[in-house]
């Protein structure tokens, strides 16, 4: 406990670019991930999510920029690796190449090898908790038993960062509850960094501490998660006078939604702003992390008829 | 490099084992059914099947580079261990055949034939065994299913074809007992005269190009 509570490295990325063929996926992003915090990054799919954490953590190349952990480089540094855990999604990629191979067993052998602080009493405790057969390929188990996998690695590796990228996909809601209680066990008794990168925002809002927003290749978010819900609202009302009290206090207008002479709008602002739309007569109605991240990225598609 | 090595030779052990185990099979069916049957001649063949096997086992390496490397290990230390458990599946098959050919005594051995021809022959057989661990070993790095197809198969093709090659060169060794005289045709004799060295510097290529693709090996979304 005290030996992760002790660290203090950053993780920081800085003008990182990588394309894939014609396609630019990440477009000079700049992060700096923070000792003892639960990190959320979310974003659509495809945006780079996974690209960018195998890049943070010298499994993928980039075209441009910098990665470093405590000031020095990440890619083939060993001192960096060993204090960086990023436990991937077992898909199908992972399934054609090796990883879903492997038997259940071995995959956390591996662990154990290469992750300097792994607590192997941890781990089975964690395998037996969720039931898992380690004799077993990986790839032969379910979806949410695969997840379970990916969390177990990532929990008894003790790594100062751990990231777990969609580590509840496919588990169903008890046991997603389950894995949300353990991260924030594990969380405070050792105060380790975690970066957990999921679609099931709702859920997992309450864990995250700051959050990171990646659209269209650049984080665009990243700051407490309070702060960020915070500043936004609902302002809803008559068409007109939604329109007019929006442009006298200038907050920011994200997405509509209209039916008929009433208007609903996801609004960006500041609380003195919010107080002059409530003064006005409108209602005023606080957004959830999900619904403001729709409005931030949906760029339109969630109004989208097919 | 110590933990990478400790990842990977579990699976070299597993599969020695299972190569063992095969060894004893055609070794024991040998003395029951003599050796001039089916398993006399799969025993005969041992000391090229080895060479074989190290060349298919290299190419399987990559599913366990995605492990390593999703684990934080390095590229260099990862490529080699994968040598140097190359090397000690190499080792331990020619030590198995040599067993199998002292324990069935008499045995007509296409590479201890080949050995009797001297040195150059001797040095041949096993330059071409590091050739087919070396173009095995790249083509477990063409890993990319969608951009590197046809590469990924011209190379595992290049692999069996030396595979073959050195099989069928060792039963026309046996056959002919002539590696150096009759057997190639007259205008690559240059090649046969430094063929210790063409070969080492083809190994040399292939190692250094499998070498590359390790240093920038990723592991794959």
């Excluded at chain 2, 090229?48 to 366990?64: E, K, P, R």
Aim: aromatic share 8%; with cysteine; charged share 15%.
């Amino acid at each position: 406990m005290s030996e992760n509570r002790m660290n203090e490295k950053f993780l920081v990325a800085q003008g990182i670019e990588k394309s894939y063929g014609k396609q630019t996926v990440l477009r000079g992003v700049n992060l700096q991930i923070q000792p003892g915090c639960i990190y959320g990054l979310i974003g659509r799919n495809g945006v780079g999510k996974t690209t960018l954490l195998g890049i943070l953590t010298g499994q993928n190349t980039h075209d441009a920029g910098t990665v470093t952990y405590g000031g020095q480089p990440v890619w083939e540094n060993p001192a960096a690796l060993a204090d960086i855990c990023f436990s991937r999604e077992m898909n199908s990629a992972a399934a054609n190449q090796g990883r879903g191979a492997q038997k259940v067993k071995d995959y956390l052998r591996a662990g154990a090898i290469f992750y300097p602080r792994w607590d192997a009493d941890y781990a089975a405790r964690l395998v037996q908790l969720f039931k898992l057969d380690t004799k077993k390929q990986i790839m032969k188990l379910s979806k949410g038993q695969a997840s379970m996998v990916t969390i177990v690695l990532a929990l008894a590796s003790r790594a100062p960062i751990t990231i777990l990228d969609e580590p509840v996909a496919g588990m169903d809601v008890v046991a997603r509850e389950q894995f949300y209680r353990l991260l924030l066990d594990d969380y405070a008794e050792t105060g380790r960094t975690f970066i957990v990168s999921t679609h099931i925002i709702e859920e997992a809002a309450n864990i995250f501490e700051r959050v990171v927003i990646l659209d269209e290749g650049r984080v665009i978010e990243d700051c407490p998660t309070d702060e960020l819900v915070d500043q936004f609202r609902y302002v809803s009302g008559e068409e007109a006078a939604v329109t007019a009290a929006l442009q006298s206090c200038g907050a920011q207008a994200l997405s509509a939604q209209s039916l008929g002479r009433h208007k609903m709008l996801a609004v960006r602002g500041s609380a003195a702003q919010f107080a002059a739309l409530e003064a006005a007569g409108l209602s005023v109605e606080p957004m959830s992390l999900q619904n403001l991240f729709v409005a931030l990225c949906g760029h339109g598609d969630e109004n989208a008829k097919g | 490099m110590l933990k990478t090595l400790r990842f990977y030779i579990k699976y070299t052990f597993v599969l020695l084992a299972g190569y063992a185990a095969f060894v004893a099979l055609i070794v024991a069916g040998a003395f029951i059914t003599g050796l001039d049957g089916l398993f006399g001649t799969y025993t005969s063949m041992l000391p090229s099947m080895g060479v074989m096997f190290v060349g298919i086992f290299a190419m399987t390496t990559s599913g366990y580079l995605d492990v390593a490397l999703s684990m934080g290990a390095r590229r260099t230390h990862c490529f080699w261990a994968v040598e140097l458990c190359n090397l000690l599946e190499a080792a331990v098959m020619v030590l198995l055949a040599i067993l199998a050919r002292q324990l069935l005594g008499g045995l007509p051995d296409p590479v201890g034939v080949l050995y009797d021809h001297g040195p150059k022959a001797w040095l041949c057989i096993w330059l071409v065994g590091a050739l087919i661990l070396q173009t095995g070993l790249l083509a477990s790095q063409i890993r990319d299913p969608r951009k590197q197809r046809f590469a990924r198969v011209a190379m595992v093709f290049c692999t069996m074809i030396l595979m073959v090659g050195v099989t069928v060169t060792s039963i026309l060794v046996v056959l002919d007992n002539a590696l150096v005289g009759g057997l190639w045709p007259a205008g690559l004799a240059w090649l046969v005269e430094h063929l210790p060295l063409v070969l080492a510097a083809a190994a040399l290529v292939f190692g250094f190009l499998a070498y590359r693709q390790y240093r920038k090996a990723v592991v794959f979304a």
